[in-house]
């Protein structure tokens, strides 16, 4: 049974840092590219982040500098290091795993920026 299973979502006063966690399982991680997705209350879903299976990163304008994805392929787990938080950054945060045409998605975690 595939699964991930998001965690490290919290309410953090803005300037504050999180690191959000998806573990995998289920599947062999280390050949999905992994990504995290946001959305915001009204919005569209949008990608945050990215690593390939090769480890290549990418990252939405918005985030730059501030955001880090990670993995750990022998965890199968992905991860979102967030600081210098701002209140636009308030959304549920989705892990995404893609290889081929298949996709998997997480359940989400809550992060709220606010003072």
């Known amino acids: 049974q595939v699964q991930l299973v998001e965690s490290g979502g919290a309410l953090v006063q803005p300037g504050g840092s999180l690191r959000l966690s998806c573990a995998a399982s289920?599947?062999?991680?280390?050949?999905?590219?992994m990504a995290w997705y946001r959305q915001a209350p009204g919005k569209e879903r949008e990608l945050v982040a990215s690593i390939t299976n090769g480890g290549n990163k990418n990252y939405r304008g918005a985030v730059k500098g501030r955001f880090t994805i990670s993995r750990d392929n022998a965890k199968n787990t992905a991860y979102l290091q967030m600081n210098s938080l701002k209140p636009e950054d308030t959304a549920v945060y989705y892990c995404?795993?893609?290889?081929?045409?298949?996709?998997?998605w997480g359940q989400g975690t809550q992060v709220t920026v606010s003072s």
């Open positions: 995404n795993a893609r290889w081929t045409n298949s996709e998997y």
């Open positions: 289920g599947f062999t991680f280390s050949l999905y590219a």
